[in-house]
């Protein structure tokens, strides 16, 4: 029963998942950290070459299969240069703004696994020097990494091992108020892969068999465009991404509901698929809201442009300042587990 959907496992399976850094091209640990989980439940697990994760659910029906999607991996950025001054010059991994992680913690990870620790600042921070530190340009001219290390030029930053090409991730300082909000960096979309995890664990608990069998992607590329765009069975008819709601003006997303995408950046999802998501919403009592992203794409529109002839689908939890200062709150991780279970149980009819 989707009654049985527990937030606390899902917020805690959060915490454990956004505290393992992850961005776009370096996402080994987090995998392993999922695949373990699911050994843990019995279940047999296969790796892409890319670095994802497969779980399939056999189902009762082995000829019409469905694929559903979340993705681990996360924004981040690379070391681009090591400054004359000690300081890292960064490039940046996926979408999004400097000034959304100026002021930011950070790790710095060197190519023989040395973790380092920072802070994301403008070169021009101390108001007590620069006069435009309030608006000079937050760019990646003025962008830099300071080393928590006794470092005052390029060659005492090499001789700690740091050099060009390091993963940087930043700090995700997750925290769950009592007020049931769950505030963190990468919520896009490991809210989602929690969600997943979690609906996993419910399904073997109960020991009943799906009507179709499922394939489930940890996808590990997601944020640079080419995450769950292969590893497709042929005999996959629907294709489900698991990926945050947006939510701004205009939106009709929230931090308490499961939102479910009508439209993106790629175009309309498949309307079959997004009706009988809103019907299995309706009759479950779930609560919803159909909504358009104006600037987004999914893993599942990913799969539709790599070729693949799919009814394909995008529902997530809403996800507030996204890419930035995220949060959402445990309602609508509790809509979003409820809804990928009926769909999960549910008929292929779309
Ligand atoms: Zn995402």
């Known amino acids: ?81 090591i400054k004359p001054n000690g300081r890292l010059k960064l490039t940046m991994i996926g979408g999004f703004r400097w000034n959304h992680v100026e002021g930011e913690y950070c790790q710095i990870e060197t190519a ?115 995450g769950g765009n292969s590893n497709i069975p042929n005999e996959t008819e629907e294709y489900l991404a698991v990926d945050m709601g947006a939510i701004g003006d205009g939106q009709t997303t929230d931090e308490f509901t499961v939102s479910i995408c009508a439209k993106d950046s790629s175009g309309p999802y498949h309307l079959g698929l997004r009706k009988h998501l809103e019907n299995l919403s309706k009759e479950n009592h779930i609560e919803y809201r159909i909504d358009i992203y104006p600037y987004y794409g999914s893993d599942a529109s990913a799969a539709i442009r790599a070729g693949f002839d799919l009814k394909h689908g995008l529902i997530g939890p809403g996800i507030d300042a996204s890419h930035a200062f995220e949060r959402t709150h445990e309602t609508s991780l509790l809509h979003t587990a409820r809804l990928i279970y009926h769909y999960l149980k549910s008929d292929m009819n779309s």
Do not use: C
């Open 112 to 226: 023989d696994n040395k973790l380092f620790t920072g802070t994301i600042l403008m070169h021009q921070t101390s108001v007590h020097v620069y006069k435009e530190a309030g608006n000079a340009k937050r760019d990646e001219n003025n962008i830099e990494v300071r080393i928590d290390e006794r470092v005052e030029s390029e060659q005492d930053v090499k001789e700690l091992g740091i050099s060009v090409g390091d993963f940087v991730s930043f700090d995700p300082r997750v925290e769950i108020t009592e007020s049931g909000f769950v505030k963190s960096r990468h919520l896009d979309d490991k809210a989602s892969v929690a969600l997943l995890m979690h609906v996993i664990k419910l399904l073997k608990e109960e020991g009943t068999k799906l009507p179709f069998t499922t394939h489930f992607l940890i996808s590990n590329n997601e944020e640079i465009g080419y």
């Open 1 to 81: 029963m989707s009654q049985k959907v527990n937030t606390k496992e899902i917020t805690d399976l959060i915490r454990g998942l956004v505290s393992i850094p992850s961005p776009s091209g370096n996402t080994e640990q987090v995998i392993r950290h999922v695949d373990e989980y699911f050994n843990k439940l019995g279940l047999e697990t296969k790796r892409n070459h890319k670095g994802g994760l497969l779980v399939t659910l056999p189902g009762e029906n082995d000829d019409r299969h469905r694929f559903l999607t979340a993705h681990v991996d996360t924004l981040g950025a690379m070391v681009k240069e």
